[in-house]
């Protein structure tokens, strides 16, 4: 019981953990200009100044 | 040229429509990377080209464009990633320029532009095939000697033809770094032009490129000037003194730069082509039909309905295999985790209930897109584009708006992204607030788990594809009226003239489309493995937690009489009413009971915000929790038709009445339920606030209509 409990909770944190830092992760893409569209892309090609 | 020599680059050009990207698909094979130019442009594609002899290219795909006069942002990254402008991105070792060899003088007035960025150019005239069915000649060697020996390679991308001489074109032209002669321009304009670039020198302290100082001279809303850091002011006189000259040439200076270059064209083209009298034949043939005013809306409501039977039809097997699939995985894997209930339920009810329910749609999806991959490779989406926009053009939309927004009928980004194409910002800004408003890919699960479900029973597959045709407009419908109110009276957008060219009309490439279906599926699948999965743990622990066990004593001794299934049923009920969803869904359930749409339903609307595809599994999960192997797809849609209100008026009849799941569809047509599309919509517009406007609007849109057609449904059925 104590393991299954564990493994249940360890299970919900990682899924919990993992969609909160892919969340963080799009919002500091889109904050440097790239693209938070979810595609992936990990292009940081802009215009030169 | 040594083998081992790293890195070198060489970008595709051409207009649109030349089959550039059948061209690089053959170049590159399967070998390709797609991704952004954030801020920048739609997608960059590259590849890698194998020239023979192991020399390997990196070959990138750029955006199709006419000139190299930018009105548009995706026409500035391709000026830019040509002359070397883009951070990251260094300027490339030569240049392909792709031709329609059907329309050769148009076509080149591009590669006589790019002649003056100095690069090593081959020519590729693809299309041969055609052009050679319409009787056109064209002497490759000759037109190859006039440009000073720049490679000419006939090919047919679409049939694999002259691919390995391209191959070998690109190894040439980068070892022998031949140069497309440049233009020459008359006296006058060659002054005016070295006026700019000694402006230019003085002003600045640095000579400026050719291409540049044609672009300073020769376009009225270039953005060199302000790439240079030339001040405005100094920056007009010069401009304007020079443009004086070329006036003095005889020439409109804002006109000059083609005039100059379709003279050289026609000259360097005479005995280059020989005949091609009958340049349109069969596609305008068929275009009298497809484009006429009342039978071409018929044709295009006949083909999406169609494509939406079929999709129905040819998706049911394999959706039965997935189906089974998943059931057969739970019942092997339900049995090993006897001894732990509760990770048993996560396992079946969570994990493969909620991704299986997610996943059975994939055959609709890859049939979807074979389709749409078929349409728009044949060239009738142009034709779609062009009934559209005569359909809707009084709304004040940009004719430009009607590629983002199909686009938008796939996934709102690209739809989103692609509206860089249009010059205008306010007409931009107009199309991006209504791009959302397309039925994407995501609303289709719940769309065709309401249709099969409740729809097909009780009244058909006929009805089933109209209701799917149906709401695949609804958004459009709204769309179109939020366009007219923001072009009229919000923005005030100024009408501008639509141009799009129509492709000939030629039988798609099994590969393209089959390449293009697969990279939908692939990013489906990857969204049930990653995001899909992960929500749906945490809806199942929502939906499970907390499993006090008062709850099920406390149902055991009211329902002492009761047959032992009964009472299973009973405390499942329980457990999942008094969980911390239940709860939650219980006290918002009194905003969505308007629309008809209970606690469960409700969670499942909340918990699709991030992302609307999220209902399924979320409904898969609140409706099968404590069901563990028994939970199949069919089970899911008997438990959604046995669902009952259970207290207030409504009590004893069905939850999902025809009423509530039109309601339903309607809301999530209509809804801004994609975390991903509301950051882009901020990113392109700018700022949060047309985001959040959007959002807002939205959302109110989708619970006002919602409401009214339950209501209105609930009283007429």
């Given at each position: 019981m104590i393991f299954e409990t564990f493994l249940i909770y360890g299970i919900i944190g990682v899924a919990a953990g993992w969609l909160g830092f892919r969340w963080a992760s799009a919002w500091r893409r889109r904050k440097e200009g790239g693209c938070a569209g979810g595609c992936g892309c990990a292009s940081k090609i802009q215009p030169k100044k | 040229m040594s083998a081992a020599e790293p890195g070198l680059t060489v970008a595709l050009v051409g207009n649109p429509n030349t089959g550039k990207s059948t061209l690089f698909n053959a170049l590159t094979g399967l070998r390709q990377r797609v991704g952004n130019y954030p801020g920048v442009t739609v997608a960059r594609k590259s590849g890698q080209c194998d020239c023979g002899d192991g020399l390997k290219v990196e070959l990138i795909d750029l955006p199709g464009l006419y000139s190299l006069s930018a009105a548009s942002p995706d026409e500035q990254v391709v000026i830019d990633a040509l002359s070397g402008h883009l951070a990251d991105d260094r300027r490339p070792d030569a240049v392909v320029v792709v031709i329609d060899a059907t329309n050769l003088l148009r076509n080149l007035f591009l590669a006589s532009q790019l002649s003056e960025l100095g690069l090593p150019v081959v020519l590729v005239l693809n299309q041969a095939d055609v052009a050679a069915e319409q009787g056109v000649k064209i002497d490759a060697g000759l037109l190859s000697r006039r440009l000073g020996g720049v490679p000419v390679v006939l090919t047919s991308a679409w049939k694999g033809e002259g691919i390995a001489a391209v191959r070998r074109a690109i190894a040439e032209a980068l070892r022998l770094r031949i140069r497309m002669p440049a233009v020459e321009w008359p006296a006058l304009v060659e002054e005016a032009l070295a006026d700019v670039s000694a402006g230019v020198a003085s002003d600045l302290g640095q000579t400026p490129s050719r291409a540049d100082v044609e672009r300073l001279l020769f376009d009225s809303t270039t953005s060199v000037g302000q790439r240079l850091g030339w001040e405005a002011a100094r920056r007009d006189a010069v401009i304007r003194a020079a443009r004086d000259k070329v006036r003095r040439a005889g020439y409109n200076p804002l006109a000059a730069e083609p005039l100059i270059h379709y003279e050289r064209l026609r000259k360097l083209l005479e005995g280059v082509v020989q005949g091609g009298g009958n340049r349109t034949g069969a596609s305008a043939a068929v275009d009298q039909v497809l484009l006429h005013r009342i039978f071409g809306p018929i044709v295009f409501t006949g083909i999406m309905l169609g494509m939406f039977a079929s999709v129905f039809w040819l998706a049911k097997f394999p959706m039965q295999w997935l189906s089974s699939g998943a059931d057969w995985l739970k019942a092997v894997v339900a049995p090993h985790l006897d001894g732990m209930p509760m990770l048993q339920s996560l396992v079946t009810d969570g994990m493969i209930g909620g991704v299986g329910a997610f996943l059975a749609f994939l055959p609709q999806i890859l049939i979807l897109f074979l389709f749409v991959g078929i349409l728009e490779d044949s060239g009738y989406m142009a034709r779609a584009a062009f009934i559209m926009d005569r359909l809707f053009s009084w709304c004040g939309l940009n004719g430009k708006s009607f590629v983002p927004m199909l686009s938008g009928f796939a996934c709102a980004i690209p739809g989103l992204l692609s509206t860089r194409t249009i010059e205008d910002p306010k007409a931009r800004l107009a199309t991006a607030f209504a791009v959302p408003f397309m039925s994407c890919s995501a609303r289709f699960p719940i769309y065709a788990l309401m249709c099969s479900a409740f729809i097909l029973p009780k009244y058909g597959a006929g009805w089933e594809s109209v209701v799917m045709v149906g709401m695949h407009c609804v958004g459009l419908l709204f769309a179109v009226p939020t366009a007219f109110v923001l072009t009229r009276f919000v923005l005030k957008v100024k009408p501008q003239p639509f141009v799009l060219e129509l492709p000939r009309y030629q039988m798609p490439k099994p590969r393209d489309v089959l390449w293009r279906m697969w990279q939908n599926a692939a990013e489906f699948v990857s969204k049930a493995g990653t995001v899909i999965f992960a929500i749906t743990i945490i809806v199942w622990a929502l939906t499970y937690f907390p499993r006090d066990p008062a709850v099920a004593q406390r149902v055991r001794a009211q329902s002492a009489d009761a047959p032992a299934e009964v009472v299973s049923a009973r405390i499942q009920a329980a457990y999942i009413e008094q969980s911390w969803m239940g709860r939650f869904g219980k006290s918002v359930q009194p905003i969505f009971d308007p629309c008809g749409f209970d606690w469960k339903i409700t969670v499942g609307v909340l918990a699709s915000?991030?992302?609307?595809?999220?209902i399924v599994s979320t409904l898969g999960v609140t409706y099968s929790v404590g069901e563990g192997a028994k939970a199949d797809s069919a089970h899911l849609r008997d438990k959604m038709l046995e669902a009952e209100w259970t207290e207030g008026p409504r009590r004893g009849t069905p939850i999902f009445s025809l009423a509530a799941v039109l309601a339903l569809m309607v809301f999530f047509a209509l809804c801004s339920q994609c975390g991903p599309t509301v950051a882009t919509l901020a990113q392109e517009t700018g700022g949060w606030k047309w985001a959040v406007i959007s959002f807002v609007y939205m959302t109110a849109l989708a619970w006002i209509m919602a409401v009214v057609v339950y209501q209105v449904v609930l009283r007429l059925v």
């Open positions: - | 915000f991030p992302a609307r595809e999220v």
